[in-house]
């Protein structure tokens, strides 16, 4: 089974191959418009195999908070870092 | 370095980029559009049976010119009441704590209720400093007084909002510090204070959601008065 040749630009990110990867960010769209579009397409992927589906559990808004939890304590852990073992708070 | 129980309000920031802007973005993330479909999913069937519950309830005393606020107020309590819920999930920011918010979203809002007020009925607007029955002789002193607490109004829905939330917070940090020291000491007494800290937490829940409540409630009357 040949596949037809594609441009590597358009691939998919687990298409491309190690060797081709910078090519592939080199050729990506970094306008804003591009961004947005990007956002947009991972939250509507997100947003229909998660959320969208017919006996949507609480599953997919809780993944949504657990990686909300988990980018919050990236942000802060300059400032609780200090926390650790303190003796006097 | 000295910290202090307050640092968990301050704006933590990473490489310049405040982390309120994540919390801000992130109660529209929760809240899906409307899609044009009869039978939408379980996240949208509740959230349009929320809103439209909400939005009947809350208009139920106002005139129809006020009905125009329905989608400003909906929103508004949509809004706090996600900041408010998401601001007790571990390690996350609550911009409701934050004085200089809760006053922006007051102000302007009590504002155009008195402005709209002044503008359609000015005599009508006027009349609410003065209360039906009241003795001749105290007419100065009451129309002062009304004064005053008109112009307390938007200050009293901003700092009830930050400080509800602000001393719910402190609460459970200073519980929960009490708590895991005690741990090691007198383990007992360290069972007890988990218990109260079950306890808070559970309030904080309901204060959230109230407090949300009491704010778009109160500029509902505020409208109810003046449109």
């Known amino acids: 089974m040949a596949d037809r040749p594609v441009p590597i630009v358009e691939k998919r990110l687990m298409d491309v191959k190690l060797g081709e990867l910078g090519t592939w960010i080199g050729g990506r769209d970094f306008t804003p418009n591009g961004i947005i579009a990007s956002i947009r397409r991972g939250h509507d992927r997100y947003y229909n195999k998660y959320i969208n589906v017919k006996k949507g559990g609480i599953g997919g808004v809780a993944m949504l908070l657990a990686g909300y939890i988990a980018i919050s304590y990236l942000w802060e852990y300059d400032h609780i870092k200090h926390d650790r073992w303190r003796k006097y708070h | ?227």
Not at chain 2, 131 to 154: D, N, Q
Not at chain 2, 184 to 206: Q, R, W, Y
């Open chain 2, 1 to 227: 370095m000295m910290t202090s129980f307050f640092d968990q309000f301050m704006s933590p920031s990473l490489l310049g980029i405040p982390l309120m802007a994540l919390a801000f973005v992130l109660p529209w993330l929760l809240f899906p559009s409307p899609a044009p479909r009869w039978l939408t999913n379980r996240l949208l069937t509740l959230q349009g049976w929320f809103i439209n519950r909400f939005t009947s309830q809350l208009l139920l005393p106002v005139n129809v010119g006020g009905h125009k606020w329905a989608l400003i107020l909906a929103s508004l309590m949509l809004f706090l009441i996600s900041l408010n819920m998401l601001g007790l999930l571990p390690y996350t920011f609550t911009p409701t704590t934050q004085l200089s918010l809760n006053m922006g979203l007051a102000v302007p809002l009590w504002l155009g209720t008195v402005l709209i007020g002044l503008r359609n009925q000015p005599t009508a607007a006027l009349g609410h400093l003065l209360p039906e029955g009241t003795p001749v002789p105290l007419i100065p002193v009451l129309i002062i007084i009304e004064t005053i607490s008109l112009f307390i109004r938007p200050l009293a829905l901003g700092v009830r909002l930050t400080a509800n939330l602000t001393a719910g917070h402190l609460l459970m940090q200073l519980i929960a510090t009490a708590a895991f020291v005690l741990l090691p000491l007198m383990p007992a007494v360290a069972i007890t204070t988990s218990v109260i800290l079950l306890l808070l937490t559970i309030l904080e829940v309901a204060v959230a959601m109230i407090q949300a409540y009491v704010f778009v409630l109160l500029l509902s009357l505020y409208l109810q008065e003046n449109v």
